[in-house]
């Protein structure tokens, strides 16, 4: 398993676990299955209209594909990058430059599939001879797939070790995503280890125009930010 960097918008070099070919191999293989037991039911359920005109079977036919048919697309869409496949093997989509795949993105990831996967599997043999493990589909999209399983403690997650008594200060955290609470954490982490006071002093202006905040009602940036990431915790973790 091949070690991935991505490198953030503040210039700070985050270290994940690449996706093996394997792993993301037995993850397509789950979903197939998936897809085709879907399609086992639906074939008992198409046995019904068998009597209709031949368009109306096949418009039926038309509509009764269309899960099969954008099921990666919706599930990386909606579920931040991971169908039910990648969250049985713990790995998921990101984009190389730190921020989470938009939905042109997987779209892109999902229309090269038809290179990628239905070419003779082209994609598989592509992704055992590239360092990041990427498919056709990641390097046009600038993704890649990371493992979510490595061994790690709370220092290394979005996690933050709250109080039982804690309030938090701005319910409007809620607007950021797991990707985006990890990538302010190691940022906040480097920058006030190393006293990179500018690099704190843009986080937080970031913050408060990506959050909505009117009022700041901590005194330092190092304040501010530490509140920022324990409200995420504290509107999240019970989600």
Same mark, same amino acid.
């Given at each position: 398993?091949?070690?991935?960097?991505?490198?953030?918008?503040?210039?700070?070099?985050?270290? $994940?676990? =690449?996706?093996? =070919?394997?792993?993301?191999?037995?993850?397509?293989?789950?979903d197939l299955a998936i897809k085709i037991g879907y399609l086992v039911v639906v074939s008992n359920v198409f046995d019904a209209f068998k009597n209709m005109d031949q368009w109306s079977q096949i418009g039926i036919n038309t509509i009764l594909s269309l899960p099969v048919m954008f099921y990666t697309f919706a599930l990386e869409s909606f579920l931040q990058g991971q169908t039910l496949g990648k969250r049985v093997l713990k790995i998921r989509v990101v984009k190389i430059d730190g921020y989470? =795949?938009?939905?042109?993105?997987? =779209?892109?990831?999902? $229309? $090269?599939?038809?290179?990628?996967?239905?070419?003779?599997?082209?994609g598989f043999f592509v992704m055992m001879f590239n360092k990041k493990t990427q498919r056709l589909g990641d390097m046009a999209a600038g993704t890649a797939v990371i493992a979510l399983k490595d061994k790690v403690t709370i220092n290394h997650t979005i996690l933050e070790d709250l109080k039982e008594d804690y309030r938090p200060t701005y319910p409007n955290v809620i607007k950021l995503s797991d990707n985006d609470a990890r990538i302010i954490k190691d940022t906040f982490t480097v920058a006030r280890a190393s006293r990179d006071y500018q690099t704190l002093i843009k986080l937080r202006k970031k913050l408060i125009e990506v959050v909505d905040i009117k009022e700041v009602k901590q005194k330092t940036d190092i304040d501010f930010i530490d509140t920022i990431l324990k409200d995420y915790n504290y509107y999240t973790q019970d989600m």
């Amino acid at each position: 398993m091949s070690e991935l960097q991505i490198n953030t918008t503040q210039n700070v070099k985050i270290k $994940f676990k =690449a996706a093996g =070919a394997g792993e993301r191999l037995l993850a397509f293989i789950i979903d197939l299955a998936i897809k085709i037991g879907y399609l086992v039911v639906v074939s008992n359920v198409f046995d019904a209209f068998k009597n209709m005109d031949q368009w109306s079977q096949i418009g039926i036919n038309t509509i009764l594909s269309l899960p099969v048919m954008f099921y990666t697309f919706a599930l990386e869409s909606f579920l931040q990058g991971q169908t039910l496949g990648k969250r049985v093997l713990k790995i998921r989509v990101v984009k190389i430059d730190g921020y989470q =795949a938009s939905i042109s993105d997987y =779209a892109v990831r999902w $229309f $090269f599939r038809i290179v990628d996967i239905y070419v003779f599997g082209l994609g598989f043999f592509v992704m055992m001879f590239n360092k990041k493990t990427q498919r056709l589909g990641d390097m046009a999209a600038g993704t890649a797939v990371i493992a979510l399983k490595d061994k790690v403690t709370i220092n290394h997650t979005i996690l933050e070790d709250l109080k039982e008594d804690y309030r938090p200060t701005y319910p409007n955290v809620i607007k950021l995503s797991d990707n985006d609470a990890r990538i302010i954490k190691d940022t906040f982490t480097v920058a006030r280890a190393s006293r990179d006071y500018q690099t704190l002093i843009k986080l937080r202006k970031k913050l408060i125009e990506v959050v909505d905040i009117k009022e700041v009602k901590q005194k330092t940036d190092i304040d501010f930010i530490d509140t920022i990431l324990k409200d995420y915790n504290y509107y999240t973790q019970d989600m």
